[in-house]
């Protein structure tokens, strides 16, 4: 079975930090793009980031540039997320997803993890 | 910054058929897939590509598109189809990804 399973959420102050993990099995990690998406509580879908197989290519969304960073580990399966800086405003339910593609215009996120909640807070 | 846009709620009458759009620029160039979350669970993936299907997803839930406009149909809408949907594509503005802003299904 293909699954993604998150972990790592918790309550932190502001401007503290926090290491989100993803691990993959029942599939080729190494074959394929993953991305965070966050969720607000009671609000929509926000990406967050992506990065490539390799992990040669990564890209962040204008709202967690310098703050985030993102790294996978091939070898373990995994996918991780940096959060440092945290605000009140990261407050959300993180995902990790699968990306997967049959050419550059069509492109889309299967599966998802079942998420973990981080909750900035003093 | 660049969003893609939907309509926050519709409603259907069980087992008659609802269009959710999504539009934005960005569809010109790129297909839309779409999600289907329930509360306190993920997304799931539902509709991908020109109008593509995961296995397991029933084929009531069909897509198209059309200029700057993607859409998703329910035929024949079933309570469990009770959901928000999003949609999701490639950013033209810089970011590589953007989801849409997200309608609340009720079937009435």
């Known amino acids: 079975e293909v699954q993604l399973v998150e972990s790592g959420g918790g309550l932190v102050q502001p401007g503290g930090s926090l290491r989100l993990s993803c691990v993959a099995s029942g599939f080729t990690f190494s074959s394929y793009e993953m991305n965070w998406v966050r969720q607000a509580p009671g609000k929509g879908l926000e990406w967050v980031s992506y990065i490539s197989s390799s992990g040669s290519t990564i890209y962040y969304a204008d709202s967690v540039k310098g703050r985030f960073t993102i790294a996978r580990d091939n070898a373990k399966n995994s996918l991780y997320l940096q959060m440092n800086s945290l605000r009140a405003e990261d407050t959300a339910v993180y995902y990790c997803a699968r990306e997967d593609s049959t050419s550059w215009y069509v492109r889309w996120f299967d599966p998802w993890g079942q998420g973990t909640l981080v909750t900035v807070s003093s | 910054s660049y969003e893609l846009t939907q309509d926050p709620a519709v409603s259907v009458a069980l087992g008659q058929t609802v269009r959710i759009t999504c539009q934005g620029d960005?569809?010109?160039?790129?297909?839309a897939s779409w999600y289907q979350q329930k509360p306190g669970q993920a997304p799931v993936l539902v509709i991908y590509?020109?109008?593509n299907r995961p296995s397991g997803i029933p084929d009531r839930f069909s897509g198209s598109s059309s200029g700057n406009t993607a859409s998703l149909t329910i035929t024949g809408a079933q309570a469990e189809d009770e959901a928000d949907y999003y949609c999701?594509?490639?950013?033209?503005?810089?970011?590589?990804?953007?989801f849409g802003t997200g309608t609340k299904v009720t079937v009435l």
């Open positions: 960005s569809l010109r160039s790129y297909y």
């Open positions: 999701n594509s490639r950013d033209s503005s810089g970011n590589p990804y953007v």
């Open positions: 590509g020109k109008n």
